[in-house]
């Protein structure tokens, strides 16, 4: 471990996580200069190498509350055998704790990641546990988002979504990007389009997909809420079609739930999306197809839902400057091949918290170029696997006490493709 020691806004990584070989004289140069209006300098107080190419060390910085303390994991993706993927639970609609998950599929270190459905106040209704965003695992397009109105969180800044996302693509280079669910559901010269994947929440007048990967969770949640508030009574106006190797097994107004098999699917229908869906009968050949699309490219092979938080290296307008919280975030330097993933500790006195804009301003001092912010308070984790030690433990003491079960987390991985 090394000393702790006072660094300027942008030179801390680059000291805390020992990477100055990593950055160019040009990024060197315009870390060096950044500058942060609403956070004092960084204090590194730890940094430790996990793996090369990955570092965990701790950090400080001076608000007006107090300080707040914070945790540093860096992930340098041009190591071949380094890589970021999602950490998740067996199933959509299910939660697990970031070291559980983290040892699980045998990642060296992680955070938590994405807001999740975690209460209601729909009457009868249980909360499904299953984030707020996408999420992509290893390739593989596990759900999409729910309408922006519909999720759990602090309010976002003006022009994001809850289908903004924090992924690495194909080229190995993590990015901030925006999702797109494009998809139909056909049956002879009948199309309806999909506007859900495995989502606690779907449009109104939406049809959504649900697949083995969602879980045993009630479907009767997604047809609860609207697009303008997630409050708002559950339809009433609800169908529900069920799927079997391209052939319709069952029909009903009722979204069911139980695991969903393998070589099944699961259709549910609210307002208009139940009139579609209602066109189709039992013994009918349906064909479904489903893509999440990015705005940018290549194609994503991990995505996270996440609030984005900071672009081209400027706090986005608009963050909230007043409520001060346990946070976690990640983000990305501007040649998308060093990530920073952030988790503060526990509330007072441990942490003193920080406010998104300020957030922003600590992502941006240690050299993020991109970032956003994930789930906080008691959510917020790190789980380490240090040199020596068999399993990775949670290092950052949860505000909860104990670990809180989340949605899903980001990994850190070497060796593993």
């Known amino acids: 471990m090394r000393p702790s020691h006072l660094v300027r806004p942008g030179l801390a990584l680059l000291l805390a996580a020992g990477l100055s070989t990593l950055a160019t004289p040009a990024e060197a140069a315009r870390i060096a200069t950044t500058t942060s209006a609403s956070v004092a300098p960084v204090t590194v107080t730890s940094s430790e190498q996990l793996a090369p190419g990955v570092t965990y060390g701790s950090f400080q910085v001076d608000t007006p509350r107090g300080a707040a303390v914070g945790y540093l994991l860096t992930a340098d993706l041009r190591k071949n055998k380094v890589s970021l993927d999602l950490l998740h639970p067996d199933t959509v609609a299910q939660r697990q704790v970031v070291s559980a ?5 045998g990642a060296i270190a992680g955070v938590n990641g994405d807001f999740f459905n975690i209460s209601e106040t729909h009457a009868g209704v249980a909360p499904t546990g299953s984030s707020s965003g996408p999420e992509i695992a290893d390739g593989e397009q596990l759900k999409f988002a729910v309408p922006t109105a519909q999720r759990f969180g602090p309010g976002l800044a003006p022009g994001t979504s809850t289908r903004d996302v924090f992924g690495v693509g194909v080229n190995g280079e993590a990015r901030v990007d925006t999702l797109s669910l494009t998809g139909e ?40 809420g609207s697009d303008t508030s997630r409050n708002d009574p559950c339809s009433t106006h609800t169908y529900e079609v069920t799927i079997r190797r391209g052939v319709v097994t069952a029909v009903g107004q009722t979204p069911g739930a139980g695991a969903i098999p393998a070589d099944t699917e699961v259709l549910v229908g609210r307002e208009g999306g139940a009139d579609a869906l209602d066109d189709l009968a039992v013994g009918d050949r349906v064909s ?37 919280a346990v946070r976690s975030a990640a983000g990305v330097s501007p040649d998308g091949r060093t990530v920073y993933l952030v988790a503060l500790a526990g509330r007072a ?32 984790t790190i789980a380490v696997r240090e040199p020596g030690q068999a399993a990775a433990t949670a290092r950052n003491s ?12 980001i990994g850190i991985f070497v060796g593993r493709h």
């Open 101 to 105: 998950m983290t040892n699980a599929q």
């Open 185 to 224: 559901v056909r049956s002879g010269t009948h199309a309806i389009a999909l506007g859900g994947l495995n989502q606690y929440a779907l449009p109104v007048g939406g049809v959504g997909l649900f697949t083995s990967a969602w879980g045993t969770a009630s479907r009767v949640r997604s047809t609860c």
């Open 288 to 324: 479904v197809h489903e893509k999440l699309a990015s705005a940018g490219a290549p194609k994503l092979t991990f995505a996270v839902g996440g609030a984005p938080i900071l672009r081209d290296g400027v706090p986005l307008a608009g963050l909230d400057t007043r409520t001060a």
């Open 349 to 380: 006195p441990a942490s003193a918290g920080l406010t998104i804009a300020e957030l922003a301003d600590v992502l941006r001092s240690l050299g993020a170029d991109a970032a956003v912010n994930l789930d906080g308070g008691g959510s917020t």
């Open 398 to 409: 949860p505000s909860d006490g104990t670990e809180r079960a989340v949605a899903n987390g």
